[in-house]
Every structure is written in C-alpha cells, then in structure tokens.
C-alpha cells in the first residue's frame, strides 16, 4: 500500500498588496513523476476540496476528488487513480473511467459518460507547480 500523499496548498502571493492569495503552491513538478498523482487540500469557494493532481506523459492536470455518478472520492485505495494499464482515470467505487487530460467521462454507470470531473487550473512556474481555485471549471 502506498503511503498517504496528501498536501495542503499553501498560498502564494502575486503581489505584496493582495490579501487574498491568487493561486497556491502544489508541489515541485519533479515530485510527481509520469503515471502517478499527488492528492492536495484546496480552498474553494470558502470550503477545503480535496483535489489530486496527475501527470499523464509529462503533462499535469488536477480535478476535484469527486466522481461525477456520486459525488464520493474516487480513489477508494489512497492516492490511486489511474488504471491498471495507466491509461485512464477511474473511480474506484463506480468502475467509472476518466480521461486524464480532460476528466471527460468515457465509461461508467448510466448517465456517467460525457459528465467531466470538475477541473482545477494549474500554472507552471520554475518547476513548480501552483493551483487557482477562483477559477475551478465545475461540471
């Protein structure tokens, strides 16, 4: 079993005037090598969401850790989210299969596919990567 990976996001600052972060520190790119993930806490819209992030070929992408059948989190084994052959992402609970570079819905149970996992934009910085939660695309 893997260890939990799961981290805060700390915020960030754009600027020394701005009280409220702009977007928030995930990790350092190099933590999360192809075909894994790193789940992290982030503030959105005045509620702590527990998101994960994925690098699928070198490519990050981070959703909200919620299936769109039932909003539960996806990864019933801690941190796993891909499948088995790394091509997708998937819900553990549901057997529903995501598409990493868009969330998109490919299979799962009716009603389930063309729904997308709510996606959190990322910026690269210097090797690091950061999330904005003022701009999470809902489903």
Same mark, same amino acid.
Request: proline share 6%; glycine share 4%.
């Given at each position: 079993?893997?260890?939990?990976?799961?981290?805060?996001? #700390?915020?960030?600052?754009?600027? #020394?005037?701005?009280?409220?972060?702009?977007?928030?520190?995930? %990790? #350092?790119?190099s933590e999360v090598p192809p075909?894994?993930?790193?789940? $992290?806490?982030?503030?959105?819209?005045? $509620?702590? &969401? &527990? %998101? $994960?992030?994925?690098n699928c070929d070198g490519e990050y992408h981070a959703y909200v850790n919620r299936c769109c059948h039932i909003p539960i989190a996806m990864d019933w084994i801690d941190n796993q989210f891909f499948t088995a052959d790394g091509r997708y992402l998937l819900c553990q609970t549901h057997n529903a299969c995501y598409l990493p570079r868009t969330g998109e819905c490919i299979f799962g149970p009716p009603g389930t596919p063309g729904k997308a996992l709510?996606?959190?934009p990322l910026e690269q910085s210097d090797g690091t990567i950061y999330a904005s939660p003022r701009s999470v695309q809902q489903p």
């Open positions: 079993m893997t260890p939990k990976r799961t981290r805060r996001a #700390r915020a960030a600052r754009s600027s #020394r005037r701005s009280s409220k972060p702009r977007r928030y520190l995930v %990790c #350092r790119a075909g894994t993930s790193l789940k $992290f806490i982030l503030p959105i819209d005045g $509620f702590d &969401e &527990e %998101c $994960f992030l994925v709510a996606k959190v």
